[in-house]
């Protein structure tokens, strides 16, 4: 088959298509990536992968969807595809549409969390679950990777032939795995500036409000450990800005000294070696895969009790949950995890046990391809 993985920023199609695109091409199919052009398209290019660049940015900005929606029309049409499998909620909504007027004989799409959420206001959720109902009637497969987000795509009608899978997330153990050398623990703890034992709390996760950002650092305030922020704002992003928390970590020195801001990293398994304990405040996630990173490499994990993460962590098992935009309860949860080593080990070999059996990234392919069918093993 000709399958068109589609998406709208090329960070996405790097860091979380690519091996679905590696499998889907190993089984046979020719795979076309299609996004918006950026640095990482490339890399893509280099992996063997044709990339056709397309119209699309992170806005639902009319003028700019009715662009993106010619722009794919035209593309799908040349291209003939068999198959469109479309991701990120910008290019999912244009990309059905315009796959459906071109005559794509299937529509599949992948939803990375959907863009409406509990913490929404009613009129602003309200009218994104009518968007997505009325894409859902040019959608012949649905993915989530939550079973809560199955349930309530199920519920709210938004497939129109009601084939929808709960299909999780993964990651790969081979390149996230818990510390097997303490001498290099040690040495990068050194040189990002920690010194003996102190705890060191890494967090990964876009320069947006919605990660959680300004909570995280006011609850750090009173702790004794420091902080690694590794991320960045992608130019992409439209989502509340971090500006203000950026300011206060570099102009107070009681949180500079304590908080390194890392940038985008290419390292991050070995940063999740060296940490002691992982962070993840945010508002809104689908089923974050940097929290199945922080499991495999046996770090405890402190989240918000929001879909996806509530499913990925279980409370006082393998990680601590507190209330999304709660201060005091994340830094409670922070030093209970700071000052109790054990719990941390215990937390951390939970996670572990339950990241290595249910969140690889190589079940959740094959999961995919064998219900569309494009498995070479049928």
């Known amino acids: 088959m000709k399958i068109c993985q589609l998406c709208t920023v090329d960070f996405t199609l790097y860091h979380f298509l690519l091996p679905l695109m590696v499998e889907m091409r190993d089984a046979g199919h020719e795979v076309v990536g299609v996004c918006a052009e950026g640095a990482l398209t490339e890399q893509v290019r280099e ?3 044709r990339v056709e660049p397309a119209p699309l940015s992170r806005s639902f900005n009319p003028l700019r969807a009715l662009k993106s929606f010619v722009g794919l029309y035209r593309l799908l049409r040349r291209e003939r595809f068999d198959l469109v499998h479309v991701h990120t909620p910008a ?7 315009a796959a459906r007027l071109a005559g794509v004989p299937r529509i599949v799409y992948t939803a990375h969390g959907f863009y409406f959420h509990e913490h929404m206001p009613w009129p602003k959720r309200s009218l994104v679950i009518a968007l997505e109902w009325l894409a859902g009637r040019f ?4 993915f989530t990777q939550s079973e809560e987000d199955a349930a309530a795509a199920q519920r709210l009608g938004l497939c129109r032939t009601g084939d929808i899978l709960a299909i999780g997330n993964g990651s790969d153990p081979a390149r996230f795995f818990p510390s097997r050398d303490g001498r290099a623990r040690q040495e990068l ?4 500036g920690v010194s003996g034992d102190k705890p060191v709390i890494v967090m990964i996760g876009r320069f947006v409000a ?4 300004p909570e995280l650092v006011e609850a750090l305030r009173p702790l004794d450990a420091h902080l690694w922020i590794v991320g960045e704002r992608l130019p992409s992003d439209h989502a509340g800005s971090i500006d203000a928390t950026l300011r206060a970590i570099e102009t107070d020195p009681a949180l500079s000294e304590k908080i390194s801001l890392l940038g985008y990293r290419d390292d991050v398994p070995d940063l999740l070696r ?3 304990i992982f962070v993840l ?3 809104r996630e689908g089923m974050p895969r940097s929290i199945i990173e922080a499991m495999l490499t046996a770090l405890p994990v402190v989240a918000t009790k929001i879909r996806g993460s509530r499913e990925l962590v279980v409370d006082g098992e393998s990680g601590l949950l507190v209330p999304v935009n709660a201060v005091d309860s994340l830094s409670s949860a922070l030093q209970t995890l700071i000052v109790d080593q054990s719990l941390r080990a215990r937390l951390g070999a939970a996670g572990l046990d339950r990241a290595r059996a249910h969140y690889d990234e190589a079940k959740v392919i094959h999961r995919q391809l064998s219900h569309l069918g494009l498995s070479p093993h049928g």
């Open 281 to 283: 405040p945010s508002h």
């Open 189 to 192: 703890r050194a040189r990002l």
């Open 274 to 276: 060296a940490a002691d």
């Open 210 to 213: 919605e990660k959680g950002y």
């Open 47 to 49: 992996a063997g992968f």
């Open 139 to 142: 959608t012949h497969t649905l």
């Open 91 to 97: 290019a999912a909504f244009v990309g059905r549409l």
